[in-house]
């Protein structure tokens, strides 16, 4: 008497349609229940529940789908892990763990009475780390993250995008993972903007009731820079939103320390209080990524030039650097590195000129 139900079970399993695998082993576990086979219906129901701990491979996931005008794929799947540590603010760490726990524990808040909406919207600047969050998460859920490709999936004729945006969750909704739509901003604008016209406004009614539709039983994360653009009914989709802001002092120290850690070059400063309050205060206000650039290039130079301690000064040189965008000259470098704690004779050997020319080069303070 349940043959029926076996089969598409069955079926379903073997194109990978999880979705329905799901909705059909339920109906086959109300059946047997009706039927007084209460351990049968026990067993079926607690399978189901361990579906959002699976230890799934990329490999094991279907060919991704493709544009139909260039015939590209517009999703990328990975298991890639982070190789480096993933400094946040404690708020961040707090919000990211109760989403974490929210999803590892969402059939007892089914049970409960709460909706399932395993959605997450991350927003912030650039290099703050939102990309970084969701390969952390997929790696702590242990499942695939499947990367939305906008630049092939926003096609030039826009019919093509309504229908690559239901291809994406499509293919999500099948393949047990984390769908990450980056860069969200792209195909989710405000319907309000005089500028766009009616058919990108479809685009984003479209992908509201795909939002609605995955989110229910399917983990979606979304990142934007420019959060002001997004529409307003985007933000009622989702239940958990978290602004990454730009590290503060703590985070800053820690993303050094982090960084130099994991080289084999010695530095004079990480025990200097004084030169590191210096560092911190000249990096406050930049993203993590772009710290991050500034100490690997002062790393890279180091190690290039066959030396094997990083300087106070090595560093200042670098943050000058990035903030002039290579465009200064010595008078502007002897200022910058004599204002920021570096003596007369280091600066004069740094830069491989007489201590009399920085002398000469520095602008007197009233």
């Excluded at 579906?51 to 298991?79: C, H, M």
């Excluded at 763990?97 to 600047?125: A, H, R, V």
């Excluded at 990524?289 to 890279?300: A, F, G, R, V």
């Excluded at 030396?307 to 000064?313: D, H, L, P, Y």
Aim: glycine share 4%; net charge neutral.
């Amino acid at each position: 008497m349940f043959y029926s139900e076996i089969n598409k079970i069955i079926e379903a399993g073997l194109t990978r349609d999880t979705e329905k695998v799901k909705n059909y082993s339920k109906l086959l576990a109300e059946k047997l229940k009706d039927d007084g086979e209460i351990k049968a219906h026990d067993r079926i129901l607690n399978l189901l529940k361990n579906k959002y701990s699976p230890n799934i491979g990329a490999e094991n996931l279907v060919a991704t789908p493709v544009d139909n005008e260039s015939r590209l794929d517009i999703l990328e799947i990975t298991n890639e892990k982070l190789n480096f540590d993933l400094i946040l603010s404690p708020y961040v760490k707090a919000k990211l763990e109760e989403f974490e726990k929210y999803i590892k524990n969402i059939d007892i808040m089914l049970e409960n009475g709460i909706e399932s909406n395993m959605s997450l919207l991350l927003y912030g600047e650039p290099g703050c780390g939102k990309t970084s969050i969701a390969y952390y998460l997929a790696e702590k859920l242990k499942f695939p993250l499947v990367i939305a490709k906008l630049d092939t999936m926003i096609s030039s004729l826009l019919g093509n995008t309504s229908k690559n945006i239901k291809k994406i969750f499509d293919y999500s909704k099948r393949n047990p993972c984390i769908l990450f739509l980056d860069e969200f901003d792209a195909i989710a604008k405000s319907r309000s903007d005089e500028h766009e016209n009616g058919e990108l406004k479809r685009v984003v009614n479209g992908l509201l009731q795909n939002i609605d539709d995955y989110s229910k039983n399917n983990i979606l994360i979304a990142a934007t820079n420019h959060h002001n653009l997004l529409d307003s009914a985007i933000w009622r989709r989702f239940d958990y939103i978290i602004n990454i802001p730009n590290p503060e002092i703590d985070e800053i120290k820690e993303t050094i320390n982090s960084i130099l850690k994991k080289t084999n070059i010695t530095n004079d400063f990480i025990l200097d209080d004084k030169k590191e309050n210096i560092l911190v205060s000249l990096l406050y206000g930049y993203s993590y990524s772009t710290i991050k650039t500034i100490l690997q290039n002062t790393i890279k130079k180091s190690i290039i030039n066959k030396k094997n301690n990083i300087r106070f000064i090595d560093i200042l040189f670098e943050i000058f650097y990035f903030k002039k965008n290579g465009n200064f000259n010595n008078k502007d470098l002897i200022n910058y590195l004599c204002k920021h704690g570096v003596s007369q004779k280091q600066t004069s050997e740094y830069l491989n000129i007489s201590t009399r020319q920085v002398r000469n080069n520095i602008i007197d303070k009233e």
